[in-house]
């Protein structure tokens, strides 16, 4: 799918927000294996198509609502993605804010004004990027 989508539109940079979902926040450790497995086969098939990426890692949330999310393992899955992301760029949303500043609808879903912070903070990670020039995959 991923071939399909980069051979129609050709893109510069791929965005891909992705890891509260991998976390696992109701099971007691993070299923690190299965992690790695999934990342793995996304990165590949975008540096198969030789096109530039950056991978955003889920923002801190709040603990004790809805979803069983802590800040332990937010911390855990952002520094392990981290160091397997590569060739994409790894951009650190709890670089962006304290755990818990941001308000959530259920722990784990930003309210409008936090996405809209979160969303501002990507974007200045994203031209930063940009403006240094990300290069392509070889």
Known sequence: MI???IAAHHPDLIVIELGDTMASYGLP???????????RVLTARIA???TAC?????????????????????????EFLSTMVA?????D???FARPGEWPTIDGQHLT?????????????????????RLPRTP
Request: proline fraction near 7%; include cysteine.
């Open 3 to 5: 071939d399909a989508l």
């Open 29 to 39: 450790e993070l299923p690190r294996a299965w992690v790695q497995q999934q990342v």
């Open 48 to 50: 198969a198509q030789r």
């Open 54 to 78: 950056a991978w955003v890692g889920p923002p801190w949330g709040s603990e004790g609502l809805s979803y069983p999310k802590t800040f332990v393992r937010v911390k855990e899955i952002s």
């Open 87 to 91: 060739p994409c760029r790894f951009i």
């Open 93 to 95: 949303s709890t670089r």
């Open 112 to 132: 409008g004004d936090g996405y809209r912070a979160w969303g501002a903070d990507i974007a200045a990670s994203v031209a930063v990027l940009l403006r240094d």
